[in-house]
């Protein structure tokens, strides 16, 4: 197969649905073709972010990042395999390169889904295994507090309404989690379905490090929808200038 795409755009572009038919490509190989595949998509990928400039690295992971939150939105989504390992291959390995660079990305999500276990599914099942594949620490009050209920013995499924007594206890261990990611530098998302004034305060303070790409959203991730983004380098030049944001 090809995949030298005409940019590194192409590789995640939610508009074009490109992960779930480029992993469709990779499902119907034999396991030891889809290793070889694997390799030259990873292959592709660096090849691509040649030469590439700060601002390059920038708006790639932008854009990345938020193709993978609009992807794990859309109305149906299987996580098998094949679709864990293009996400591992091609997101996963730029921003394993955009920490060789220096860089570091904090993805923070202000949005609200149904308030129920169903509701929920994706916040407390789905988007821990999904941007793992792609190098990033997730982290979200309600899914810590989720866990924090499993391991207390309680059924989850039975009592679900429970959950915000956790929330004190899970925005503590959030903010810890975002602690240990600035420190290590990790690229990480952070996720907040009942979003307070100072949900994001920990996060924050790290906005105007050199090369921290902190971007914020609010909106819904439909298509075309907007979000902000911040990055400077360490002479306090911004990164971002003439970014679109939509």
Not at 55 to 70: C, F, G, H, I, Q
Not at 205 to 211: E, G, I
Request: a negative charge.
């Amino acid at each position: 197969m090809n995949w030298h795409f005409p940019t590194i755009y192409d590789y995640l572009d939610q508009l074009q649905d490109a992960i779930y038919i480029q992993s469709r490509k990779l499902a119907d190989l034999p396991e030891e073709e889809q290793t070889q595949e694997l390799v030259a998509i990873q292959s592709a990928i660096l090849d691509q972010a040649k030469g590439f400039s700060d601002e390059d690295m920038v708006r790639v992971a932008y854009a990345m990042t938020e193709d993978l939150y609009k992807a794990a939105n859309r109305e149906s989504v299987m996580l098998d395999n094949a679709l864990y390992n293009y996400v591992q291959a091609s997101a996963g390995t730029f921003f394993e390169l955009l920490s060789q660079r220096g860089f570091v990305v904090h993805y923070l999500i202000d949005n609200t889904f149904d308030p129920t276990l169903e509701g929920m599914q994706r916040p407390l099942k789905l988007y821990d295994t999904w941007f793992r594949a792609a190098g990033f620490v997730y982290i979200c009050p309600q899914h810590i507090a989720y866990q924090l209920m499993e391991k207390g013995g309680h059924d989850v499924t039975k009592s679900f309404d429970l959950l915000p007594r956790h929330m004190g206890t899970s925005r503590e261990i959030a903010n810890e989690i975002v602690g240990h990611c600035h420190k290590e530098q990790r690229h990480y998302v952070f996720l907040d379905t009942d979003w307070i004034p100072t949900s994001f305060d920990t996060s924050n303070s790290a906005v105007n490090q050199p090369y921290v790409t902190t971007i914020f959203r609010s909106e819904p991730p439909f298509p075309h929808s907007r979000s902000l983004v911040y990055c400077q380098d360490r002479d306090g030049r911004s990164l971002v200038d003439g970014l679109r944001t939509g």
